[in-house]
């Protein structure tokens, strides 16, 4: 029976649908995209996961056979992985998607790119030299990324080209609808005083018109202080500016937003900030719905 079974799927194999290009996503944002705009065509997976840090991975072996075998790399770039992919495009030897080349898509290249600092001091530890890494938290860029995604896909693989375009055609006209729907929701938040942990999004402060007043880090990619926490005290506390919400990512330790939140009587609040960063954030239109829910119940004012 268990030999009649084998010879069935082997028999099988060749109707089933092949993907024709394989896709590997630096980040889970670019990976649902690349599924909406490749469908069966493309077989996708991403390097990390919402719950981890896309500036700190390690480049397991396992990342770099799928980089070896991909067709095309989607990644944030603007330095976001610089700590790890370098070594993944070095040891997987795969030159197609060499950054340059067609098999490699840096979506934040395609995107107005914003913090770009005039001179860079390492020595003071900003890891954001290039400009804000964080693109995904504004869905006007989400737009802009799928338009060259979408066309990169064309490239790549020509002979489904109609159906990549159609598929990419289709996810715009329903994203920009979305766009229209979140705007209206989240117009009572203009001018809502955010403080952040780290610098994540700068992106959908200046999407939604609100006011970034303080970070948790000290520099970005420094973790919280003593000293830096308790002069937050007084400057966003009572006898301060005041703010109306402390955000984090579900990757970054709820401990200074608890501890400033305590002290300071201003809500604290989790926000996803990609795919798979809440139960609600399931793909990119949930990941929106649930950023927008999530500031309006949990907003001090
Ligand atoms: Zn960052």
Not at 54 to 73: K, W
Request: charged share 20%.
């Amino acid at each position: 029976m268990r030999k009649f079974i084998v010879a069935l799927l082997f028999l099988a194999a060749p109707l089933m649908a092949q993907a024709e290009l394989r896709v590997f996503a630096c980040e889970p944002e670019w990976a649902a995209l690349a599924e909406a705009l490749g469908g069966d065509l493309v077989e996708v997976s991403s390097a990390t996961h919402a719950l981890q840090d896309p500036h700190y991975i390690q480049a397991r072996p396992s990342l770099i056979s799928r980089v070896r075998r991909a067709d095309l790399l989607v990644c944030t770039g603007a330095e976001l992985e610089i700590g790890w992919l370098p070594k993944l495009l070095s040891k997987a030897n795969n030159p197609d998607v060499q950054p340059g080349k067609p098999g490699f898509l840096e979506a934040s290249a395609h995107v107005p790119r914003l913090d770009v600092p005039e001179r860079v001091d390492r020595a003071q530890g900003d890891m954001h030299p290039q400009g804000n890494p964080h693109v995904q938290t504004n869905p006007h860029n989400i737009a802009l990324v799928a338009e060259a995604l979408g066309a990169r896909l064309e490239r790549l693989d020509p002979g489904n080209a109609a159906a990549y375009r159609e598929n990419t055609a289709n996810f715009l006209a329903d994203w920009q609808a979305a766009i229209e729907r979140w705007e209206t929701k989240a117009a009572p938040l203009k001018d809502l005083r955010v403080i952040t942990h780290h610098k994540s999004w700068v992106y959908l402060v200046d999407w939604l018109g609100l006011e970034e007043v303080a970070t948790l880090e000290p520099v970005p990619g420094i973790p919280p202080t003593a000293n830096h926490l308790g002069m937050l005290v007084t400057e966003v506390g009572d006898q301060g500016q005041g703010a109306d919400l402390i955000v984090r990512a579900p990757y970054q330790s709820d401990k200074a937003s608890k501890w400033l939140s305590e002290r300071t009587a201003i809500p604290a609040v989790m926000l996803p900030l990609s795919v798979g960063g809440s139960d609600e954030a399931n793909d990119l239109f949930g990941l929106f719905d649930d950023i927008l829910s999530r500031l309006l119940e949990n907003r001090g004012r």
